[in-house]
Nanobody, 118 residues
Framework: QVHLVESGGGLVQPGGPLRLSCAASLGSLYSTYTMAWFRQAPGKERELVASITRYGATTYADSVKGRFIISRDNAKYTLYLQMNSLKHEDTAVYYC???????????WGQGTQVTVSS
């Protein structure tokens, strides 16, 4: 019923940019959800990369501050992650997440692979 579909992943050279997108089938409810990007690298735990609330307040992991920008387009029901100055350590599977007000519902996308390599 509810689907989050990530796109935009792929192979990129160190220092390069990449933009991820997440299409959310939430309709008008999308604008009320806190949206976030998580990532999981091989051998590591899944970690929060960035989040954005219904009001536009954002948070970022220390490792990506100044390099990544999270944004949302409520008219298109889409979440974005603009990644700049990519490093090898950014290599991971990136997941889109949506959380309803009060934490009454939580949804995950299938993930998209980002590989930073020369």
């Amino acid at each position: 019923q509810v689907h989050l579909v990530e796109s935009g992943g792929g192979l990129v050279q160190p220092g390069g940019p990449l933009r991820l997108s997440c299409a959310a089938s939430l309709g008008s409810l999308y604008s009320t959800y806190t949206m976030a990007w998580f990532r999981q690298a091989p051998g590591k735990e899944r970690e929060l990369v960035a989040s954005i609330t219904r009001y536009g307040a954002t948070t970022y992991a220390d490792s990506v501050k100044g390099r990544f920008i999270i944004s949302r387009d409520n008219a298109k029901y889409t979440l974005y992650l603009q990644m700049n100055s990519l490093k090898h350590e950014d290599t991971a599977v990136y997941y889109c997440n949506a959380e309803a007000p009060g934490g009454l519902a939580n949804y995950w996308g299938q993930g998209t692979q980002v590989t930073v390599s020369s």
